[in-house]
């Protein structure tokens, strides 16, 4: 039932104009053909009068909506989505970006994002107050740019809406917002990011006590769910960038999107790119309890 009302709503005036335009040329082509001349005082007789009328309505009617309504509003759309381009790309990166980020700090290859790759990258990831910090800014980035659209989203398609607020309720906000520290761009370094946090004492089958390091791969559900946010975001940038013509946004590649923040891009560039996971992608053992 869904499916025929929309078919209705967004395909029923196109047809009813062309079904239109079909009376009105065939009216014509009919008035061409020889006909008896009317005896005099009598009115010649003409081929459906009544469909013709109607078929002239429907098409003033559409060309007025597509004239005065359509176009305009599909203008005004058009330009609002570029000047909010940059803002709307931020939120759209924003998920692939964070987990690149987090995949070099892990020391991980840059893959294509999928659950198993995340799990292996948030085991690496050690938990400490930086690495959190770091989440947080990513966050509070994508919020920023979602403060700048709220004024003119009403001027955005309804289905950008909806991802937009989707994006920006996850609950990835919520939980990593406490986390946040002023001046992280200028305290925080690449050691602090990978330094091992809390060691929790634990006791193999072996029966020897050994540390076990606490990672981030608990929140492997919270972090595909935020990227598959973004990715909904990205999904209708590149619907509407079609009609903007303006480059299409990807996420093929296994690099950062076209903006990369500098609180990343200073710790992005020192080293080189990894290739294999690392033994920690695997296994959370931090070494045995040391006795005195």
């Known amino acids: 039932m869904e499916r025929i009302k929309h078919l209705l709503t967004h395909w029923g005036i196109h047809v009813a104009f062309g079904i239109s335009l079909i009376v009105v040329g065939w009216t014509y082509w009919?008035?061409?053909?020889?006909?008896?001349?009317?005896?005099?005082?009598?009115?010649?007789?003409?081929?459906?009068p009544l469909a013709y009328d109607l078929a002239l309505a429907i098409i003033g009617a559409y060309l007025f909506n597509l004239l005065v309504v359509v176009l305009p509003a599909q203008k005004k759309?058009?330009?609002r989505f570029l000047a909010l381009s940059h803002p709307?790309?931020?939120?759209?990166?924003?998920?692939?970006?964070?987990?690149?980020?987090?995949?070099?700090?892990?020391?991980?290859?840059?893959?294509?994002?999928?659950?198993?790759h995340l799990r292996k990258v948030l085991k690496a990831v050690n938990d400490?107050?930086?690495?959190?910090?770091?989440?947080?800014?990513?966050?509070?980035?994508?919020?920023?740019?979602?403060?700048?659209?709220?004024?003119y989203a009403q001027d955005l398609p309804m289905e950008l809406q909806v991802c937009l607020q989707r994006e920006n309720q996850n609950p990835m906000h919520e939980v990593f917002?406490?986390?946040?520290?002023?001046?992280y761009h200028e305290t925080t370094t690449l050691n602090?990011?990978?330094?091992?946090?809390?060691?929790?004492?634990?006791?193999?089958?072996?029966?020897?006590?050994?540390y076990r390091r606490s990672h981030l791969e608990g929140w492997v559900t919270t972090f595909i769910d935020y990227y598959?946010?973004?990715e909904a975001?990205?999904?209708?940038?590149?619907?509407?960038?079609?009609?903007?013509?303006?480059?299409?946004?990807?996420?093929?590649?296994?690099?950062?999107?076209?903006?990369?923040?500098?609180?990343?891009t200073r710790f992005m560039k020192q080293g080189p790119e990894y290739v294999d996971y690392p033994p920690a992608a695997t296994h959370d053992d931090c070494g045995p309890v040391e006795h005195a």
């Open 192 to 210: 602090d990011l990978r330094r091992i946090g809390t060691r929790v004492l634990t006791v193999r089958k072996a029966g020897e006590p050994r």
């Open 177 to 183: 917002q406490q986390y946040r520290q002023p001046n």
């Open 30 to 48: 009919l008035s061409l053909e020889a006909k008896p001349v009317a005896e005099p005082g009598t009115m010649q007789p003409t081929e459906l």
């Open 128 to 151: 400490n107050p930086a690495i959190k910090a770091h989440i947080a800014e990513r966050l509070g980035q994508a919020e920023a740019a979602y403060a700048d659209i709220i004024p």
């Open 228 to 230: 598959l946010a973004t």
């Open 88 to 116: 709307l790309r931020v939120i759209a990166n924003n998920g692939m970006d964070l987990i690149r980020d987090l995949e070099y700090l892990a020391e991980c290859p840059p893959r294509r994002i999928s659950e198993e």
């Open 77 to 79: 759309a058009q330009s």
């Open 233 to 264: 975001v990205r999904g209708m940038v590149n619907k509407y960038t079609v009609r903007t013509r303006q480059q299409r946004l990807t996420n093929t590649t296994p690099k950062h999107g076209p903006y990369v923040y500098t609180f990343s």
